[in-house]
């Protein structure tokens, strides 16, 4: 895959807010060590000055898009994770389906398999996830849907969307069917809100919806 030319939102001497393309990884894996954005926001800041390091503080799966938040010392990313619970994050999804209530709350507990398979239970010995939605717009295809994570678990948006038979478009995991319009998963996170750990300053961080989202639905 082709090098990605950083899509800077935000940045000061503290931290910087990336947006991912969807299919980049936020850090490597045993396939990839270099076309992530970890490697990239490396690349990008060690060219100012050699001594430069980032600190990822949170990540996003390799095909969900949007705001990705890196500190550039390990001290902000402690004070950064430890305020964790009071960040909030805001996404869009396309999912298949009408989906007929227009706002839910969506409760389970997650665990995961040795293959790293997520999936809900009743069992309180997984984690607690909770998603709310709210939906933008839908016909008979597809739903547009503002989500909103109250808990930030892995593959939550998408294990609780498939729960209630709502799955995200494109989601490889999560559902069986291939759309023939659009070949990327339809996960995008838009909303990041946050305090700033050291000028205090509350930081609201907005992006657009990929384009090709609206093609498939207009909202």
């Known amino acids: 895959m082709k090098k990605e030319k950083l899509n800077i939102v935000y940045e000061d001497k503290y931290l910087i807010v990336i947006n ?9 894996n045993e396939k990839e060590k270099d076309n992530t954005l970890y490697h990239q926001v ?6 100012q000055n050699k001594n430069n390091k980032v600190f990822i503080v949170h990540r996003l799966d390799k095909d969900t898009s949007g705001l990705v ?31 007929e209530k227009d706002k839910d709350t969506l409760t389970s507990y ?21 998603t709310e939605y709210k939906r933008i717009n839908s016909n008979n295809l597809y739903s547009a849907l503002k989500i909103n994570i109250k808990t930030g678990r892995r593959n939550q948006i998408r294990v609780q969307l498939k729960d209630i038979n709502h799955p995200i478009i494109g989601d490889k995991t999560y559902n069986e069917e ?3 319009h ?18 205090h300053e509350v930081l609201k961080l907005s992006i657009d919806d990929p384009k090709d989202f609206k093609k498939l639905i207009n909202y």
């Open 20 to 28: 991912k393309p969807s299919g980049m990884l936020t850090i490597s």
């Open 42 to 47: 490396s690349l990008y800041l060690k060219k």
């Open 69 to 99: 938040l890196l500190a550039k010392s390990e001290k902000i990313k402690r004070m950064l994770q430890d305020n964790w619970e009071n960040v909030q994050r805001g996404y869009t999804a396309i999912v298949k389906g009408k989906v």
């Open 110 to 130: 997650l665990m995961t398999t040795k293959t790293h398979y997520v999936y809900s239970t009743k069992n309180k010995k997984g984690k607690l996830a909770i």
């Open 178 to 180: 291939k759309d023939k």
């Open 182 to 199: 659009i070949k990327r998963l339809c996960l995008h996170a838009n909303y990041l809100e946050f305090t700033h750990p050291i000028t």
